[in-house]
């Protein structure tokens, strides 16, 4: 059953694979060999069976070493798993009636190829990322979908493919977009979530993970300082669709006939956000019928800041043309400079005029955590909204967004459609807990256990440490290029977050007079460094222009397995790969 | 550093607990007897290490045996994990150096929780679910959220208390709700997704699974029976969101200027669906500023069928009032009865009247994959949208829903807003695969790879051969009743899907003759029938009114491990939890 071409192009380079990950096998048995008891065997066994075997085998091919002679020395004495995954299928694996035994040593083997990715995430000397381009991995490799069942030792297979050819977000010197990171606790609790496969709509079916939900949001509102935590919320699917439901709520607010009349009952609305904002707020806008026309960009200054004098400026200009303005989102780290608009000047306008204040705290949020940079949202106490994602600086697993409303019952009023299959009135418990009502989904996925489990095994402290460090890093990133020949900072001043933005350039730029050539050569150097980068798959860091600024590095730190080696090596590859260009 | 209140209910109950699931350690070990080679002493050495210690420690207190005389006759020489978790931190597992062996060791303890909890997910002498009223919760168990971290133990006793009060919806008579079910590969699938912890919103971060997507939604197209399975689609956060998309799709399709311009530059637009669809469409219409007002719901039949010729007598009224009818969402396997409606002739209205038809096949779309049930949704392929959501009838864990778009690029300009620091345009690889401006999210959690991988699991066949089960099932359940004492039937007719509706009268109502009386206590008997069910954590199905019916039972069947003797066993359940009122 097991196809000829499957996966072919990765039984091709399987060579190239095992070079860049030298002694996988071994290294596990290095590790089990720290274990003082009988987990050390325990691992060995584990070594011995499926993943392990095959990496031993082809090591053993390889290397001319087998695992027997890896160098563990514990006593092993579990035999090899005979369990033939090729003639056994998924219906053989529960429920089937005696599915029990193959569904363990199934799910163990996909187990240890998950526990063997993990530790290579961590190994330095493994690759980012085994780059292919699209239509080397659509040929190469059988993604054909069939009648036919394929023979649950193919699936381990494509497991395993499929994870060779994963980006690893977690590994030390992947930089490249703001989520990074793998933490363990926060993996464990998206398993124990897979394995609960429920939904977040009622307490009836997710007694648990509502009522964290419901801890959690709490805590959150504490710490952006609303008066006894309390405020209203949900995690949504993302930092776009919670700013859009900061949007749709503070429409509502204002004109809650909107819900049955459609914005054709109501007068045009504008929104305000900055030129260096995120992009859904205009996605919002669209989607919500409002139209990005009336997104008005404000001004920033030099740092990326919003400038709340244009700001005013904007929204009375907007009221002069018989617009309503009704909300102004700032944004607390923003994703290119990582700046932190004013919040508190942009508040008083607010007040002011009577807008709806949101906050985008998608990127900055995080720094609530931290004692030393919470200042740099000072203010947000004072938003009506606020969007933190916990899966950016606080590394939790992807995805975990939370939208916090200062306004209870808002959200509720806004999106209820009274839905009488799911939200019976005559259920036997206590019918506040059932918040499926107040969201846009129906079904939601459970994104809170990540962050509540990681919470109780950090600490606040916890996330604090991880967050100051990944700031600490940052500046040492900063102090060491901001003078070094051949790097231009895109701004001056130490940056907020974690966020450093520079060219390079490479020596034959750096003398070029004619600003016109050496802007249309300099645009071109990050996008060939960064293809370099992911072809060797040694790092990974993103680059855009912005503005009038041509193509720049874009240098973020969330993940808290960077150290400042990492840094450190970012910069001699960049040099390594830019200085012929 | 452990709270000394931390999960006391847990532990106060834990007797109840042993009870409910008499012997896990022992059925561990039975398993484990089966394996002919040495996986036996593996699972055993496992069962010796963590949960399988406590479990058996405290099996061991309660029954008087120990899990050396469990029963297992395998050699088991690997002596017991002596990590000991009460004195180690999240600090000490990776990326800490040196924190492989301890990461090693908790991640297989979380496994060893999670693999027990899925052996009793199927065990039908198990509890689907041990319920506790929010507040007996909340105050038995320590879920605040503290500045100081907790110890590796209590985030293990975390994990195996909130699986303790989990509802297992993947076991055989759990009904409650569309999505049931938990499949051994799917449920691999999504512990690998965890662990890639990626993004789709580019080729660059997620290669392979970008590419699953791809090939996944052209053979679902195809299945739909769009020619060679072109067009476009996306998976999104559930079904309430892929309605929506199809919703924005339409209206810009008809008025791209909406964009821009938001709802104030076009005439009023109105959406029709029937009487008995999902709440999704009036959500979306709020959302999108259409407004509720502007969903008009066509009539259904006895059988909860839209009506086309309602529907065309709707549309032709709009156009009189000067409205424009711009979508018409006709649904493929309503919520509640389970209807089906005529998609051909609401496909000839549609064409004769100018108007996007959507099919919100959330629930039925499923049926595309059985040859023997398709016919049902007939017509689907003169659709210009199709939200088909794997994870209900396809028992895809959760989430893991698709809408299919006829017209290829239309997502793409309807919702694209040209983030340059995400969708740089000189990349090295062909952009096309950069999808993520074509969704309303910025990032998106990966939910392709559990059904790409269930597919290649079963293929079509297998997913076919469950479906039709269920529908068996359901067929039975309705053969069963529907001549059967004290039972009635909402609506006649054999199901087309699998709900199935009716009331139970109990023997001191099937007499009453005063037909308001009558009504008013058959209200009451569905909900305390269900509480029973949940306090006893027998059984769980759902129940609803709907338009003038008074509340009656909605069984649903989607989980592939129900069979006959569980229906048996919910009928036999009703009428025991149910005969005295």
Redesign the interface.
Known sequence: MASPRFWSFAAENEGNTSNQNPGTPRAWCQ??Q??????G???C??LS?GEGEKAANLAAKQEGSTLETCGCKE?C???????DFSVL???D???AS????A??????E??D???S???N??DRSTKVID?????E??QANN????????T?D??LL??R???K???K??H?RYF??L?TG????G??????T??????MFT??????FV??EY??LK?MREMIGWPDGSGDGIFS?????SN?YAM?VARYKMFPE????????VP?LVAFTSEHS???I??G??????????VILVKVDERGKMIPSDLERRIIEAKQKGYVPFFVSATAGT??YGAFDPLIAIADVCKKHKVWMHVDGAWGGGLLMSRKHRWKLNGVERANSVTWNP?KMMSV???C?ALLVREEGLMQN??Q??????F?Q?????LS?DTGDKA???????DI?KL???????????FEAQIDKCLELSEYLYNKIKNREGYEMVFNEKPQHTNVCFWYLPPSLRYVEDKEERLRRLS?VA?VI??RM?EYGTT?V?????GDKV?FF?MVISN??AAFEDIDFLIDEIERLGQDL
């Not at 005696?98 to 035994?101: K, R, S």
Request: positive net charge.
């Open positions: 590790a089990a720290k274990f003082t008891g009988g987990i065997s325990k691992l066994a584990l069976t006593l004495t579990c035999s090899k798993n005979n369990i299928y998924s219906t694996l529960l429920p005696d599915g029990d035994t569904t363990m040593a199934f799910l163990q996909v187990m190829i998950l526990l990715y993990i530790v995430t961590f780059f292919h381009y699209p239509n991995l659509l993604w054909e979908l069939t009648d036919e069942p394929e649950l193919d699936i494509n497991c493919s499929t994870m050819y994963a980006i977000t977690g030390p490249n977009q989520s793998l933490d363990m606790v993996l464990a609790a998206d398993w124990l897979s394995t609960a496969n429920t939904n307490y009836e079916i997710a007694p648990v009522l964290m801890v959690t805590k699917p993302g930092g776009a669709i859009m749709l909107v819900k049955e009349k459609g914005m054709s009952a045009r995120h992009f859904s205009k996605k806008a669209a989607a919500l019928g409002i139209g990005t026309d009336s994703t290119v899966h697993p992807l995805q967004s806004c999106n459609m009274h839905a009488c299959y799911l019976q005559d259920k036997h418990y206590d807990y846009l989904q129906c079904g939601r996925h459970v256990f509540w489990l990681m919470w109780k095994a950090k600490g606040t402290i916890g071109k996008p960064k293809t992911m990974m993103s680059y855009q222009p912005q193509n874009r808290p397995a």
